[in-house]
């Protein structure tokens, strides 16, 4: 769901002159094309809009761009020598999510999904989610509707690199001047309204300095695109506020962790197949709750994919330790929220804010759909979930659904990325160390 620019004829390209001159009549001058990477960042490049007939034949990037740790460092090319050459991956263009951001009424941005050789590329989060969802439909004749929740701190910065919390004053689910002294996060949540991606609520959380903005139900696609949309919106808005947006997953000793919950449900054509007639779950519901719980240890190397997500996931604080599940119950790694009809739905709660919001949604998509495949039985009580993104990988590359469902490829350039951050934290002395044996040792 995004902002239409123009009443574009959607029958007619959308790269020809007649809507070139729309831009220009518009004041658009520049065209920014964005995709999204494996760590659910932006990147992107950015055009004077005189390029978009050019931009059809899309954009080239190299492909280790997107084989990049979180410092920008590749893979090893003696692993991956299918890298070694840096070969090229083209973006195309999405031109149905085109929108101007309120904040920059002379910019378009743009959407785009990775390509190599003509194909979809294994290394591109949103192509990764479109092929999820393409199975679930010719393989069970089923659609998949979801919405995001994620919550995030902001900060402020006093020039020396020191932050306090925006803030500090206020309690959860209150929004006033109070919880936002500065009107900063007002603002943001009217131009993120704007945006047109389907931004509900917002409000403070527990912390100080927290909040969460709420999206409503989408396609999968459109859902995970909107996620993504609203982090990157949420950080530029931060910066023209003065303060900076933090999605870790846990930002804060002895402060509350910040999620990403993850709704799901599944259609065939307009009904809710979760649903039943007598407001119970349909068998298909308890299918896909089995499945999601079968293949939790892999789902979380996306729910929780950073050394830092496992700092949020003690059991305190409404965060699951086991892959249990039950009905309107917020200390389950599945809850059912209590509505039904056609808003009976599943919610994920392990996911954190650093989650790429396109591969978590695939991989719950992959796993509910075995699910259903199988007829499993639902465990109310589940299995002790990973204590380490270590475990969690390890998991991933283990699960042959998942890792068919991913493919090879990316399994394995995803697994080396996260082992390498691994090794990084391993490696470096922490504060905790530092004032804790310095003194007793």
Known sequence: ???PLLDRDATRPAFDADYLDQLLARGIQVIRVIHADLFGRQRGKQYPVSSLPGLAKGIAYSKMANAEDLLGVPVDEKEFPALANHPDQHAYLDMDTAFVPPWESDSLWVLARLSEDGKPSALCPRSQLAAATARLHEDLGLRAVAAGEPEF?????????SRTPYAPDGVSYTMDRITDPDGAVGRIHRQLIEMNIGVTVVN????PGQFEINLAHNEALSAADSA??????IKELAVIEGLEANFMAKPVTGEEGSSLHVHLSLWQEDENVFAAPDGALSPAALAAIAGIQQHAPAIMAFAAPTVNSYKRLTGNGLSPRTSNWGEDNRFTFVRVPAERGGATRLELRAGDASASSHLLMAAMIHAAADGIRRGLVPDEAGKPLPRSLGESVAALEADEVLRAGFGDEFTAVYAALKRREIEAFEATVTDWEWNLYRRHV
Do not use: Q
């Open 228 to 233: 993504f949309l609203l982090k990157t919106g």
């Open 204 to 207: 403070r959380e527990f912390s």
């Open 1 to 3: 769901m995004t902002s």
């Open 153 to 161: 701190y902001l900060f402020r910065k006093d020039g020396t690199g």
